[in-house]
């Protein structure tokens, strides 16, 4: 592909909103490890031999808002995501990374004009990198999407309270930096989605897809593929991080709830316990404090076969939240940094295979078609130019 000029020997910028929390603090020691060339960092990336003529996997920075006092390198530690050797290995960069405070006026209009400031300050001291915003802010109660008619409605509706993402979204869009939205808030507002077509800005969410739902997308396309019919899903999770607790509040875990229950109708194509004239899918959160950010799940899968005799899967998953996700979180600024290249904007579908509830028109929902929708994106991103 014809690279342009002002794309040329340029790094990566993950700039990233709520830099101090778990997912947070771990990109920031991921990217010291892959500019340390750390091939342990890099395992996990889907696009490390992707682009690399373009876009080398250790070219990549971080900077970020957040208003926790407490030093980055603090944060980490206090975290317990990362082992001791990584972050003696890694975590001296930290201290490099800029950090400013979050907005705190009530004012959405204040909080963008206060972001796009942040934002030309971050790459005035990146000057050889484009910024790419990564969302990682806790799940909120957000506001009702039929209500956001313009930008001026918005405005109106939006406080800190129930969307404080939204301003940085709408800065980044200003600024022309493409934007991930990694959490389950509903940020992709048909105004603002119109801002980013307008300004040619691509825009990718919503809530990566990083463990338990992973894993369900695969299986429940699995089951499809063979006419295996689901006949109930019971699903679990238990999580002890700052994540779980903040979704204990129920207008705070709506969105995420019904991110991960709502996909496997879409991927099925029928109602879960529609033959019982109730859903029969059941998706629970509980914070547990003990298991911290190395979370568990739970599913319960239960099929019929020929005959409609009754089988079952029983699943338990421990994984480690943060290490699912930052390295996912790599891939799609990567991924975004080479859709701008090739002038893409607004909603991404293709991508839908890194997310719970993907964006976009006809976005792919079996596991097969979201593989797929990834390649052809692939090919159209190095065909193009």
Same mark, same amino acid.
């Given at each position: 592909m014809t690279i342009p000029e002002h794309f040329e020997n340029q790094s990566l910028l993950l700039l990233v909103?709520?830099?101090?929390?778990?997912?947070?603090?771990? %990109?920031?020691?991921?990217?010291?490890? %892959?500019?340390?060339?750390d091939l342990s960092a890099a395992g996990s990336l889907t696009t490390r031999d992707k682009f690399t003529d373009i876009l080398p996997v250790d070219a990549l920075y971080v900077a970020g808002?957040?208003?926790?006092?407490?030093?980055?390198?603090?944060?980490?530690?206090?975290? /317990?995501? %990362?082992? =001791?050797?990584?972050?003696? #290995?890694?975590?001296?960069a930290l201290a490099d990374v800029p950090v400013l405070t979050a907005p705190n006026s009530q004012a959405l209009d204040s909080q963008v004009e206060q972001l796009e400031a942040d934002i030309e300050s971050f790459k005035s001291q990146f000057p050889g990198s484009r *910024?790419?915003?990564?969302?990682?802010?806790?799940?909120a109660p957000g506001i009702d999407p039929d209500r956001a008619t313009d930008l001026a409605s918005i405005?109106?509706?939006?406080?800190?309270? /129930?969307?404080?993402?939204?301003?940085?979204?709408? #800065?980044?869009?200003?600024?022309?930096?493409?934007?991930? /939205? &990694?959490?389950?808030?509903?940020?992709?507002?048909? =105004?603002?989605?119109?801002?980013?077509?307008?300004?040619?800005?691509?825009l990718i969410g919503r809530d990566g897809k990083t463990g338990q739902t992973y894993f369900k997308v695969v299986l429940a396309s699995?089951?499809?593929?063979?006419?295996?019919?689901?006949?109930?899903?019971y699903s679990l999770n238990i999580l002890g991080n700052a994540d779980g607790r903040n979704l204990m509040v129920p207008e705070r875990a709506s969105g995420k709830l019904a991110n991960k229950t709502n996909l496997l109708d879409e991927v099925l194509g029928y109602p879960v316990g529609e033959r019982y004239g109730q859903p029969s899918h059941k998706v629970q959160i509980d914070y547990y404090p003990p298991r911290g950010d190395a979370k568990e799940a739970w599913d319960v899968i239960d099929f019929l076969g020929m005959f409609d005799l009754p089988?079952?899967?029983?699943?338990?998953?421990?994984?480690?939240?943060?290490?699912?996700?930052? *390295?996912?979180?790599?891939?799609?600024?990567?991924?975004? &940094?080479?859709?701008?290249?090739?002038?893409?904007?607004?909603l991404v579908p293709e991508l839908a295979f890194f997310f719970k509830h993907p964006l976009g028109e006809h976005a792919a929902r079996t596991f097969q078609d979201q593989l797929a929708a990834l390649d052809q994106l692939e090919a159209e991103v190095m065909s193009a130019g």
């Amino acid at each position: 592909m014809t690279i342009p000029e002002h794309f040329e020997n340029q790094s990566l910028l993950l700039l990233v909103a709520g830099i101090k929390g778990a997912i947070g603090s771990t %990109l920031a020691v991921a990217a010291s490890a %892959l500019r340390a060339n750390d091939l342990s960092a890099a395992g996990s990336l889907t696009t490390r031999d992707k682009f690399t003529d373009i876009l080398p996997v250790d070219a990549l920075y971080v900077a970020g808002w957040d208003n926790r006092v407490e030093d980055l390198a603090d944060c980490a530690r206090s975290c /317990n995501v %990362l082992p =001791p050797t990584v972050m003696q #290995a890694h975590g001296t960069a930290l201290a490099d990374v800029p950090v400013l405070t979050a907005p705190n006026s009530q004012a959405l209009d204040s909080q963008v004009e206060q972001l796009e400031a942040d934002i030309e300050s971050f790459k005035s001291q990146f000057p050889g990198s484009r *910024p790419v915003l990564v969302n990682l802010l806790p799940a909120a109660p957000g506001i009702d999407p039929d209500r956001a008619t313009d930008l001026a409605s918005i405005n109106q509706s939006v406080t800190l309270e /129930n969307l404080p993402d939204l301003a940085y979204v709408l #800065a980044a869009i200003r600024c022309g930096v493409p934007v991930i /939205n &990694f959490t389950p808030n509903t940020v992709e507002l048909d =105004p603002v989605v119109a801002l980013a077509e307008e300004t040619g800005v691509p825009l990718i969410g919503r809530d990566g897809k990083t463990g338990q739902t992973y894993f369900k997308v695969v299986l429940a396309s699995a089951l499809k593929a063979r006419n295996l019919y689901v006949d109930g899903w019971y699903s679990l999770n238990i999580l002890g991080n700052a994540d779980g607790r903040n979704l204990m509040v129920p207008e705070r875990a709506s969105g995420k709830l019904a991110n991960k229950t709502n996909l496997l109708d879409e991927v099925l194509g029928y109602p879960v316990g529609e033959r019982y004239g109730q859903p029969s899918h059941k998706v629970q959160i509980d914070y547990y404090p003990p298991r911290g950010d190395a979370k568990e799940a739970w599913d319960v899968i239960d099929f019929l076969g020929m005959f409609d005799l009754p089988m079952s899967l029983r699943i338990d998953l421990q994984g480690r939240d943060s290490i699912l996700a930052a *390295p996912m979180a790599i891939d799609l600024a990567r991924w975004m &940094f080479m859709l701008q290249l090739v002038g893409r904007r607004g909603l991404v579908p293709e991508l839908a295979f890194f997310f719970k509830h993907p964006l976009g028109e006809h976005a792919a929902r079996t596991f097969q078609d979201q593989l797929a929708a990834l390649d052809q994106l692939e090919a159209e991103v190095m065909s193009a130019g």
